[in-house]
Protein backbone atom coordinates (compact mmCIF):
# COMPACT_ATOMS: atom_id res chain seq x y z
CA UNK A 1 0.00 0.00 0.00
CA UNK A 2 1.69 3.28 -1.04
CA UNK A 3 1.15 6.34 0.76
CA UNK A 4 0.41 9.05 -1.81
CA UNK A 5 0.45 8.85 -5.74
CA UNK A 6 1.24 12.02 -7.58
CA UNK A 7 -0.07 12.20 -11.19
CA UNK A 8 2.19 14.18 -13.09
CA UNK A 9 5.71 15.20 -12.68
CA UNK A 10 5.88 18.73 -13.25
CA UNK A 11 8.42 20.99 -11.05
CA UNK A 12 5.06 20.74 -8.16
CA UNK A 13 4.52 17.20 -8.74
CA UNK A 14 7.97 16.33 -8.20
CA UNK A 15 7.88 19.11 -4.70
CA UNK A 16 4.83 17.43 -3.05
CA UNK A 17 6.44 14.47 -3.93
CA UNK A 18 9.82 14.89 -2.62
CA UNK A 19 8.24 16.56 0.86
CA UNK A 20 6.27 13.82 1.22
CA UNK A 21 8.74 11.45 1.02
CA UNK A 22 10.76 13.83 3.25
CA UNK A 23 8.35 12.76 6.20
CA UNK A 24 8.67 8.94 5.46
CA UNK A 25 5.80 8.62 3.07
CA UNK A 26 5.84 5.87 0.15
CA UNK A 27 5.52 7.81 -2.68
CA UNK A 28 5.00 7.03 -6.32
CA UNK A 29 4.79 9.47 -9.64
CA UNK A 30 3.13 8.44 -12.42
CA UNK A 31 4.44 10.37 -15.69
CA UNK A 32 2.38 10.25 -18.74
CA UNK A 33 5.27 11.75 -21.00
CA UNK A 34 8.54 10.15 -21.89
CA UNK A 35 10.43 12.07 -19.71
CA UNK A 36 9.53 14.04 -16.21
CA UNK A 37 9.53 17.77 -15.29
CA UNK A 38 6.31 18.82 -17.60
CA UNK A 39 6.77 22.54 -18.11
CA UNK A 40 10.86 22.16 -16.22
CA UNK A 41 12.19 20.32 -19.28
CA UNK A 42 15.86 21.01 -21.75
CA UNK A 43 16.46 19.38 -24.70
CA UNK A 44 18.17 19.20 -28.41
CA UNK A 45 15.01 20.77 -30.45
CA UNK A 46 17.56 22.82 -33.04
CA UNK A 47 20.60 21.35 -33.74
CA UNK A 48 22.84 18.48 -31.91
CA UNK A 49 24.85 20.08 -28.82
CA UNK A 50 22.39 23.13 -28.33
CA UNK A 51 20.45 22.54 -25.63
CA UNK A 52 17.18 24.35 -25.07
CA UNK A 53 14.27 24.76 -22.73
CA UNK A 54 11.18 23.46 -23.91
CA UNK A 55 8.80 25.51 -21.38
CA UNK A 56 10.61 27.38 -18.89
CA UNK A 57 13.84 29.49 -18.87
CA UNK A 58 13.88 32.37 -16.21
CA UNK A 59 13.17 31.42 -12.87
CA UNK A 60 13.27 34.51 -10.68
CA UNK A 61 10.34 32.50 -9.19
CA UNK A 62 12.56 29.27 -8.66
CA UNK A 63 15.18 31.25 -7.20
CA UNK A 64 12.59 33.04 -4.64
CA UNK A 65 11.02 29.81 -3.69
CA UNK A 66 11.39 29.35 -0.05
CA UNK A 67 10.40 25.67 -0.87
CA UNK A 68 13.22 25.29 -3.66
CA UNK A 69 15.81 26.83 -1.31
CA UNK A 70 15.20 24.58 1.65
CA UNK A 71 15.71 21.76 0.02
CA UNK A 72 19.69 23.18 -1.52
CA UNK A 73 19.06 20.31 -4.19
CA UNK A 74 22.44 19.15 -5.50
CA UNK A 75 23.74 20.40 -8.94
CA UNK A 76 21.06 23.64 -9.34
CA UNK A 77 23.10 26.53 -10.06
CA UNK A 78 21.62 29.63 -10.88
CA UNK A 79 23.57 31.65 -13.72
CA UNK A 80 23.06 34.56 -13.52
CA UNK A 81 23.19 37.25 -16.51
CA UNK A 82 25.07 41.02 -15.75
CA UNK A 83 21.67 42.63 -16.39
CA UNK A 84 18.57 40.31 -15.31
CA UNK A 85 16.17 42.25 -18.08
CA UNK A 86 16.40 44.45 -21.16
CA UNK A 87 13.18 46.31 -23.17
CA UNK A 88 14.55 48.00 -25.97
CA UNK A 89 12.65 50.82 -27.77
CA UNK A 90 12.74 51.99 -31.40
CA UNK A 91 14.83 55.16 -31.03
CA UNK A 92 18.04 52.67 -29.81
CA UNK A 93 17.28 53.47 -25.94
CA UNK A 94 16.27 50.65 -23.74
CA UNK A 95 14.88 49.76 -19.99
CA UNK A 96 16.79 47.83 -18.23
CA UNK A 97 15.96 46.12 -14.57
CA UNK A 98 19.10 45.54 -13.04
CA UNK A 99 19.79 43.86 -9.44
CA UNK A 100 20.65 47.24 -7.72
CA UNK A 101 17.42 48.77 -7.96
CA UNK A 102 19.52 52.14 -7.68
CA UNK A 103 20.51 51.68 -11.26
CA UNK A 104 17.25 50.74 -12.40
CA UNK A 105 16.18 54.38 -10.66
CA UNK A 106 19.09 56.29 -12.31
CA UNK A 107 18.98 55.15 -16.02
CA UNK A 108 14.95 56.13 -16.10
CA UNK A 109 15.57 59.27 -15.41
CA UNK A 110 12.44 61.55 -14.48
CA UNK A 111 10.72 58.01 -14.00
CA UNK A 112 12.98 57.00 -11.06
CA UNK A 113 10.61 58.34 -8.30
CA UNK A 114 7.94 56.25 -9.46
CA UNK A 115 9.78 53.36 -9.80
CA UNK A 116 11.38 53.76 -6.44
CA UNK A 117 7.65 54.03 -4.90
CA UNK A 118 6.33 51.72 -7.01
CA UNK A 119 8.71 48.64 -6.44
CA UNK A 120 10.91 49.58 -3.93
CA UNK A 121 8.87 49.08 -0.79
CA UNK A 122 8.05 45.75 -2.13
CA UNK A 123 11.59 44.78 -3.00
CA UNK A 124 13.00 45.73 0.54
CA UNK A 125 10.72 43.88 2.22
CA UNK A 126 11.16 40.73 -0.21
CA UNK A 127 10.83 38.74 2.43
CA UNK A 128 7.20 39.63 3.40
CA UNK A 129 6.24 40.10 -0.02
CA UNK A 130 6.99 36.60 -1.01
CA UNK A 131 4.87 35.40 1.60
CA UNK A 132 1.85 36.93 -0.34
CA UNK A 133 3.61 36.23 -3.75
CA UNK A 134 4.32 32.47 -3.36
CA UNK A 135 2.57 31.84 0.44
CA UNK A 136 -0.15 30.11 1.62
CA UNK A 137 -3.81 31.59 0.54
CA UNK A 138 -5.08 34.36 2.98
CA UNK A 139 -1.03 34.49 3.95
CA UNK A 140 -1.95 38.27 4.24
CA UNK A 141 -4.40 37.47 7.48
CA UNK A 142 -1.15 36.86 9.59
CA UNK A 143 0.57 40.04 8.71
CA UNK A 144 -2.09 42.28 7.80
CA UNK A 145 0.30 45.70 7.68
CA UNK A 146 2.61 44.24 5.06
CA UNK A 147 0.09 42.53 3.26
CA UNK A 148 -1.75 45.84 3.22
CA UNK A 149 0.94 47.63 1.26
CA UNK A 150 1.40 44.79 -0.93
CA UNK A 151 -1.96 43.66 -1.84
CA UNK A 152 -3.36 47.58 -1.95
CA UNK A 153 -0.48 47.91 -5.23
CA UNK A 154 -1.03 43.89 -5.99
CA UNK A 155 -4.81 43.64 -6.36
CA UNK A 156 -4.41 46.70 -8.98
CA UNK A 157 -4.80 46.68 -12.84
CA UNK A 158 -1.01 47.47 -14.24
CA UNK A 159 -3.18 50.09 -16.47
CA UNK A 160 -3.38 51.90 -13.23
CA UNK A 161 0.14 51.81 -11.81
CA UNK A 162 1.12 53.02 -15.25
CA UNK A 163 -0.34 56.21 -14.91
CA UNK A 164 2.38 56.66 -12.57
CA UNK A 165 5.05 56.44 -14.96
CA UNK A 166 5.50 59.49 -17.91
CA UNK A 167 8.57 58.57 -19.81
CA UNK A 168 7.91 55.85 -22.44
CA UNK A 169 10.93 53.72 -20.71
CA UNK A 170 9.72 53.73 -17.18
CA UNK A 171 5.96 52.73 -19.26
CA UNK A 172 6.91 50.06 -21.13
CA UNK A 173 9.37 48.45 -18.42
CA UNK A 174 5.84 48.34 -16.36
CA UNK A 175 4.21 46.53 -19.16
CA UNK A 176 6.72 44.12 -19.74
CA UNK A 177 7.12 42.91 -16.43
CA UNK A 178 2.80 43.08 -16.27
CA UNK A 179 2.20 41.17 -19.54
CA UNK A 180 3.68 38.42 -18.16
CA UNK A 181 0.04 37.81 -16.71
CA UNK A 182 -0.99 37.05 -20.14
CA UNK A 183 -4.35 38.60 -20.31
CA UNK A 184 -5.14 42.12 -20.73
CA UNK A 185 -3.16 45.20 -18.34
CA UNK A 186 -6.32 46.48 -17.88
CA UNK A 187 -7.16 42.99 -15.53
CA UNK A 188 -7.25 43.25 -11.84
CA UNK A 189 -4.25 41.48 -10.82
CA UNK A 190 -1.94 42.22 -13.59
CA UNK A 191 -0.05 44.71 -11.29
CA UNK A 192 0.51 42.47 -8.89
CA UNK A 193 2.18 39.90 -11.65
CA UNK A 194 4.82 42.82 -12.71
CA UNK A 195 5.23 43.81 -8.67
CA UNK A 196 6.43 40.08 -7.93
CA UNK A 197 8.92 39.72 -10.90
CA UNK A 198 10.33 43.12 -10.82
CA UNK A 199 11.11 42.82 -7.13
CA UNK A 200 12.18 39.69 -7.28
CA UNK A 201 14.83 41.13 -9.87
CA UNK A 202 16.20 43.02 -7.18
CA UNK A 203 16.54 40.73 -4.50
CA UNK A 204 16.97 37.20 -6.08
CA UNK A 205 17.81 37.96 -10.05
CA UNK A 206 16.20 36.51 -12.90
CA UNK A 207 18.73 33.67 -13.03
CA UNK A 208 18.89 30.93 -15.57
CA UNK A 209 19.28 27.11 -14.14
CA UNK A 210 23.17 25.77 -15.23
CA UNK A 211 22.34 23.40 -17.74
CA UNK A 212 19.05 24.50 -18.30
CA UNK A 213 15.66 24.11 -16.57
CA UNK A 214 15.10 20.24 -16.68
CA UNK A 215 18.46 20.04 -14.21
CA UNK A 216 15.64 21.52 -11.46
CA UNK A 217 13.58 18.87 -12.21
CA UNK A 218 16.42 15.94 -12.37
CA UNK A 219 17.91 17.05 -9.15
CA UNK A 220 14.14 16.89 -7.81
CA UNK A 221 13.67 13.56 -9.18
CA UNK A 222 17.10 12.34 -7.46
CA UNK A 223 16.03 13.39 -4.50
CA UNK A 224 12.69 11.77 -4.28
CA UNK A 225 14.85 8.88 -5.73
CA UNK A 226 17.26 8.92 -2.69
CA UNK A 227 13.99 9.19 -0.28
CA UNK A 228 12.69 5.92 -1.71
CA UNK A 229 10.24 7.22 -3.69
CA UNK A 230 9.63 6.25 -7.21
CA UNK A 231 8.49 7.77 -10.64
CA UNK A 232 7.24 5.81 -13.74
CA UNK A 233 7.43 7.72 -17.02
CA UNK A 234 4.99 6.64 -20.54
CA UNK A 235 2.18 6.28 -17.80
CA UNK A 236 -0.88 8.18 -18.22
CA UNK A 237 -3.65 8.05 -15.78
CA UNK A 238 -7.32 8.06 -17.61
CA UNK A 239 -8.90 6.53 -15.53
CA UNK A 240 -9.35 6.38 -11.43
CA UNK A 241 -7.95 2.18 -12.13
CA UNK A 242 -5.04 3.64 -13.41
CA UNK A 243 -3.95 4.33 -9.82
CA UNK A 244 -2.59 1.86 -7.87
CA UNK A 245 -3.97 1.21 -4.10
CA UNK A 246 -2.77 4.63 -2.10
CA UNK A 247 -4.03 6.60 0.95
CA UNK A 248 -3.97 10.18 -1.08
CA UNK A 249 -3.37 11.08 -4.63
CA UNK A 250 -2.24 14.39 -5.93
CA UNK A 251 -2.87 15.51 -8.69
CA UNK A 252 -0.38 17.70 -10.38
CA UNK A 253 -2.61 18.41 -13.24
CA UNK A 254 -5.55 20.73 -14.24
CA UNK A 255 -8.68 21.09 -12.11
CA UNK A 256 -11.19 19.69 -15.21
CA UNK A 257 -8.11 16.73 -15.63
CA UNK A 258 -8.70 16.05 -12.08
CA UNK A 259 -12.25 16.27 -12.29
CA UNK A 260 -12.41 13.76 -15.11
CA UNK A 261 -10.09 11.18 -13.56
CA UNK A 262 -11.99 11.51 -10.29
CA UNK A 263 -15.41 11.57 -11.10
CA UNK A 264 -17.71 11.23 -8.33
CA UNK A 265 -15.28 10.64 -5.68
CA UNK A 266 -15.38 14.87 -5.94
CA UNK A 267 -18.77 16.95 -4.13
CA UNK A 268 -20.54 18.44 -7.05
CA UNK A 269 -19.60 21.33 -5.86
CA UNK A 270 -15.75 20.99 -6.10
CA UNK A 271 -16.05 19.14 -9.04
CA UNK A 272 -18.01 22.43 -10.45
CA UNK A 273 -15.74 25.15 -9.49
CA UNK A 274 -12.64 22.21 -11.25
CA UNK A 275 -14.42 22.67 -14.16
CA UNK A 276 -15.43 26.49 -13.81
CA UNK A 277 -11.36 27.52 -14.06
CA UNK A 278 -11.16 28.72 -17.51
CA UNK A 279 -7.78 28.48 -19.33
CA UNK A 280 -5.84 31.41 -20.07
CA UNK A 281 -4.46 32.18 -23.49
CA UNK A 282 -2.28 29.97 -25.84
CA UNK A 283 1.15 30.66 -26.70
CA UNK A 284 3.68 30.45 -29.89
CA UNK A 285 7.34 29.49 -29.09
CA UNK A 286 10.55 29.55 -31.06
CA UNK A 287 13.64 28.05 -30.40
CA UNK A 288 16.28 29.33 -32.12
CA UNK A 289 19.87 28.27 -32.72
CA UNK A 290 22.40 31.18 -33.66
CA UNK A 291 25.16 31.62 -35.08
CA UNK A 292 26.44 34.66 -33.19
CA UNK A 293 25.12 36.53 -30.14
CA UNK A 294 21.93 38.98 -31.14
CA UNK A 295 22.74 42.51 -32.64
CA UNK A 296 20.80 43.96 -30.51
CA UNK A 297 20.82 48.34 -31.80
CA UNK A 298 21.29 48.97 -27.95
CA UNK A 299 24.92 47.19 -26.76
CA UNK A 300 23.60 46.92 -23.43
CA UNK A 301 20.66 44.76 -24.20
CA UNK A 302 23.31 41.74 -25.20
CA UNK A 303 23.97 41.98 -21.60
CA UNK A 304 20.57 40.82 -20.08
CA UNK A 305 19.52 37.61 -19.78
CA UNK A 306 15.62 38.47 -20.76
CA UNK A 307 14.65 40.73 -23.26
CA UNK A 308 11.54 42.17 -23.53
CA UNK A 309 10.21 42.39 -27.41
CA UNK A 310 7.45 44.20 -28.23
CA UNK A 311 7.66 48.44 -28.16
CA UNK A 312 5.89 50.84 -26.07
CA UNK A 313 3.10 50.70 -22.94
CA UNK A 314 0.23 51.09 -25.76
CA UNK A 315 1.94 48.38 -27.93
CA UNK A 316 2.12 46.09 -25.52
CA UNK A 317 -1.45 46.73 -24.12
CA UNK A 318 -2.90 46.82 -27.85
CA UNK A 319 -1.56 43.12 -28.30
CA UNK A 320 -2.65 41.52 -25.19
CA UNK A 321 -5.88 43.21 -25.72
CA UNK A 322 -6.30 41.81 -29.04
CA UNK A 323 -5.18 38.16 -27.92
CA UNK A 324 -7.77 38.20 -25.45
CA UNK A 325 -10.35 39.25 -27.98
CA UNK A 326 -9.16 36.17 -30.29
CA UNK A 327 -6.56 38.45 -32.81
CA UNK A 328 -3.40 37.63 -33.73
CA UNK A 329 -1.19 41.09 -33.04
CA UNK A 330 0.74 41.99 -35.86
CA UNK A 331 3.45 42.93 -33.43
CA UNK A 332 3.10 40.59 -30.55
CA UNK A 333 4.80 40.87 -27.25
CA UNK A 334 7.63 38.64 -27.06
CA UNK A 335 9.07 37.76 -23.66
CA UNK A 336 12.44 36.09 -25.01
CA UNK A 337 15.97 34.69 -23.45
CA UNK A 338 19.36 34.18 -24.44
CA UNK A 339 20.72 31.90 -21.78
CA UNK A 340 24.23 31.84 -23.51
CA UNK A 341 25.29 34.80 -22.21
CA UNK A 342 24.76 33.38 -18.65
CA UNK A 343 25.30 30.20 -19.17
CA UNK A 344 28.15 29.48 -22.13
CA UNK A 345 27.24 25.21 -21.85
CA UNK A 346 24.12 25.71 -23.80
CA UNK A 347 25.70 25.84 -27.09
CA UNK A 348 29.10 25.09 -28.57
CA UNK A 349 31.55 28.57 -28.51
CA UNK A 350 30.15 31.45 -30.46
CA UNK A 351 27.01 30.36 -30.85
CA UNK A 352 23.81 31.19 -29.53
CA UNK A 353 20.18 30.11 -28.75
CA UNK A 354 17.31 32.31 -28.36
CA UNK A 355 14.04 30.95 -26.49
CA UNK A 356 11.09 33.34 -27.10
CA UNK A 357 6.79 33.24 -26.65
CA UNK A 358 4.35 35.47 -27.46
CA UNK A 359 0.72 34.98 -26.31
CA UNK A 360 -2.05 34.01 -28.65
CA UNK A 361 -5.85 33.00 -28.84
CA UNK A 362 -6.65 29.74 -26.62
CA UNK A 363 -6.26 26.95 -29.54
CA UNK A 364 -4.46 29.21 -32.67
CA UNK A 365 -2.94 26.73 -35.09
CA UNK A 366 -1.09 30.16 -36.91
CA UNK A 367 2.67 30.08 -37.70
CA UNK A 368 3.58 33.56 -35.58
CA UNK A 369 7.43 33.10 -36.46
CA UNK A 370 7.44 35.59 -39.26
CA UNK A 371 5.55 38.32 -36.86
CA UNK A 372 7.86 37.25 -33.98
CA UNK A 373 11.09 37.63 -36.37
CA UNK A 374 10.00 41.21 -37.42
CA UNK A 375 9.80 42.27 -34.08
CA UNK A 376 13.42 40.83 -33.25
CA UNK A 377 14.58 42.99 -37.20
CA UNK A 378 13.31 45.84 -35.03
CA UNK A 379 15.38 45.94 -31.96
CA UNK A 380 18.03 44.01 -33.70
CA UNK A 381 18.64 44.50 -37.16
CA UNK A 382 20.58 41.54 -38.88
CA UNK A 383 18.88 39.13 -36.27
CA UNK A 384 17.42 36.75 -39.15
CA UNK A 385 20.80 36.19 -40.95
CA UNK A 386 22.24 34.39 -38.15
CA UNK A 387 19.34 32.11 -37.59
CA UNK A 388 20.69 28.55 -38.54
CA UNK A 389 17.64 26.43 -37.43
CA UNK A 390 14.29 26.85 -36.01
CA UNK A 391 11.75 24.79 -34.05
CA UNK A 392 8.57 26.05 -33.23
CA UNK A 393 5.44 25.64 -31.69
CA UNK A 394 2.13 26.45 -31.68
CA UNK A 395 -0.69 25.97 -28.72
CA UNK A 396 -1.69 22.06 -30.44
CA UNK A 397 2.13 21.30 -30.39
CA UNK A 398 1.91 22.33 -26.66
CA UNK A 399 -0.92 20.44 -25.83
CA UNK A 400 -0.20 17.24 -26.98
CA UNK A 401 2.96 17.67 -25.27
CA UNK A 402 1.50 18.43 -21.54
CA UNK A 403 -2.25 17.56 -21.05
CA UNK A 404 -1.82 20.36 -18.89
CA UNK A 405 -1.62 23.16 -21.25
CA UNK A 406 -5.33 23.51 -22.31
CA UNK A 407 -5.72 25.40 -25.55
CA UNK A 408 -1.63 26.03 -25.20
CA UNK A 409 -2.52 27.99 -21.84
CA UNK A 410 0.90 27.86 -19.49
CA UNK A 411 -0.71 29.53 -16.74
CA UNK A 412 -2.45 26.71 -15.46
CA UNK A 413 -6.03 28.98 -15.62
CA UNK A 414 -5.98 32.71 -16.37
CA UNK A 415 -6.20 35.07 -14.29
CA UNK A 416 -9.26 36.82 -13.21
CA UNK A 417 -10.79 38.34 -10.36
CA UNK A 418 -12.11 35.24 -9.27
CA UNK A 419 -9.28 32.86 -9.90
CA UNK A 420 -7.54 35.21 -7.26
CA UNK A 421 -9.52 34.14 -4.89
CA UNK A 422 -10.62 30.76 -5.85
CA UNK A 423 -8.16 29.10 -7.65
CA UNK A 424 -9.68 26.50 -8.18
CA UNK A 425 -11.82 27.11 -4.78
CA UNK A 426 -11.87 29.41 -2.01
CA UNK A 427 -11.32 27.46 0.92
CA UNK A 428 -8.61 24.43 1.04
CA UNK A 429 -7.54 24.51 -2.45
CA UNK A 430 -5.58 22.40 -1.99
CA UNK A 431 -7.99 19.38 -0.95
CA UNK A 432 -10.55 17.91 -3.41
CA UNK A 433 -12.03 15.59 -1.30
CA UNK A 434 -11.08 12.95 1.12
CA UNK A 435 -7.71 11.85 -0.22
CA UNK A 436 -7.64 13.51 -3.22
CA UNK A 437 -5.49 16.65 -3.79
CA UNK A 438 -4.81 19.22 -6.24
CA UNK A 439 -1.23 20.41 -6.25
CA UNK A 440 -0.64 21.94 -9.63
CA UNK A 441 -0.10 25.71 -10.50
CA UNK A 442 -4.32 25.68 -11.10
CA UNK A 443 -3.91 26.40 -7.34
CA UNK A 444 -2.03 29.04 -5.40
CA UNK A 445 0.25 30.69 -6.08
CA UNK A 446 0.07 29.72 -9.45
CA UNK A 447 2.25 29.76 -12.68
CA UNK A 448 6.10 29.15 -12.65
CA UNK A 449 8.87 27.04 -11.28
CA UNK A 450 8.94 27.58 -7.54
CA UNK A 451 6.88 23.94 -6.39
CA UNK A 452 5.28 26.13 -3.68
CA UNK A 453 1.77 24.86 -5.18
CA UNK A 454 3.38 21.52 -4.83
CA UNK A 455 4.86 22.21 -1.25
CA UNK A 456 1.66 23.82 0.01
CA UNK A 457 -0.56 20.69 -1.22
CA UNK A 458 1.85 18.25 0.94
CA UNK A 459 1.61 19.96 3.63
CA UNK A 460 -2.11 19.74 3.34
CA UNK A 461 -1.37 16.34 2.81
CA UNK A 462 0.95 16.29 5.68
CA UNK A 463 -1.90 17.50 8.35
CA UNK A 464 -4.44 15.35 7.14
CA UNK A 465 -2.42 12.28 7.51
CA UNK A 466 -1.26 12.90 11.24
C1 LIG B 1 6.56 27.88 -23.08
C2 LIG B 1 6.58 28.07 -21.58
C3 LIG B 1 7.41 29.01 -21.01
C4 LIG B 1 7.47 29.16 -19.63
N1 LIG B 1 8.38 30.03 -19.09
C5 LIG B 1 8.55 30.05 -17.74
C6 LIG B 1 9.67 30.71 -17.19
O1 LIG B 1 10.55 31.22 -17.90
N2 LIG B 1 9.79 30.73 -15.82
C7 LIG B 1 8.87 30.10 -15.01
O2 LIG B 1 9.03 30.14 -13.77
N3 LIG B 1 7.82 29.44 -15.52
C8 LIG B 1 7.65 29.38 -16.88
N4 LIG B 1 6.63 28.65 -17.41
C9 LIG B 1 5.57 28.11 -16.54
C10 LIG B 1 5.98 26.84 -15.83
O3 LIG B 1 6.62 25.95 -16.72
C11 LIG B 1 4.74 26.17 -15.24
O4 LIG B 1 4.01 27.10 -14.48
C12 LIG B 1 5.12 25.00 -14.34
O5 LIG B 1 5.84 24.03 -15.05
C13 LIG B 1 3.87 24.38 -13.75
O6 LIG B 1 4.27 23.25 -13.01
P1 LIG B 1 3.25 22.10 -12.63
O7 LIG B 1 4.02 21.09 -11.89
O8 LIG B 1 2.06 22.70 -12.00
O9 LIG B 1 2.72 21.47 -14.02
P2 LIG B 1 3.47 21.04 -15.33
O10 LIG B 1 4.85 21.54 -15.36
O11 LIG B 1 2.57 21.38 -16.46
O12 LIG B 1 3.56 19.45 -15.20
C14 LIG B 1 2.42 18.62 -15.23
C15 LIG B 1 2.86 17.22 -15.62
O13 LIG B 1 1.74 16.36 -15.48
C16 LIG B 1 1.71 15.44 -16.56
N5 LIG B 1 0.35 14.97 -16.69
C17 LIG B 1 -0.77 15.68 -17.01
N6 LIG B 1 -1.85 14.89 -17.04
C18 LIG B 1 -1.42 13.65 -16.70
C19 LIG B 1 -2.07 12.40 -16.55
N7 LIG B 1 -3.40 12.27 -16.75
N8 LIG B 1 -1.34 11.31 -16.22
C20 LIG B 1 0.00 11.41 -16.01
N9 LIG B 1 0.67 12.59 -16.15
C21 LIG B 1 -0.03 13.69 -16.49
C22 LIG B 1 2.21 16.26 -17.73
O14 LIG B 1 2.70 15.41 -18.77
C23 LIG B 1 3.30 17.10 -17.07
O15 LIG B 1 4.55 16.45 -17.13
C24 LIG B 1 6.60 28.41 -18.79
C25 LIG B 1 5.74 27.46 -19.36
C26 LIG B 1 5.76 27.24 -20.74
C27 LIG B 1 4.92 26.15 -21.33
Redesign the pocket.
Known amino acids: MLDAVV????????VAAVTLAAAGKKVLV????PT?????RTAELTLPGIRH?V????????AGSPAIAAMHLAGVTWAHPEIPMAHPLDDGSAAFLHLDIDATIAHLGPDGRAYRRTFGSVARHWEHSVRFALGPPLAALLHPFAGARFGMLALQPASWLSRRFKTPMGRALLAGLAGHAAVPLTRIGTAGVGLTLGAAGHTVGWPFAIGGSGVIVGALAARLESLGGEIRTR????EWSDIPPTRVVLF??TPA?AAR?AGDRLPAGVARSYRRLRPGPG?F?VDVALSGPIPWANPDVRRAGTVHVGGTYEEIARAEAEVAAGEHPERPFIIS?QPVVADPSRAPAGTHILWA?CHVPAGSERDMTDAMFSQFERFAPGFTSLVSAVNRRDTTD?AAD????TGGD???GALSLRGLFARPKVFAPYRAAAGIYL????TPPG????GM??HHAATAVLRDLR
Open positions: VGSGPNGLLEAAIGGGADCSSVHPLGTEVLDTIIVKSYLNANQITGCSASAGVHCG
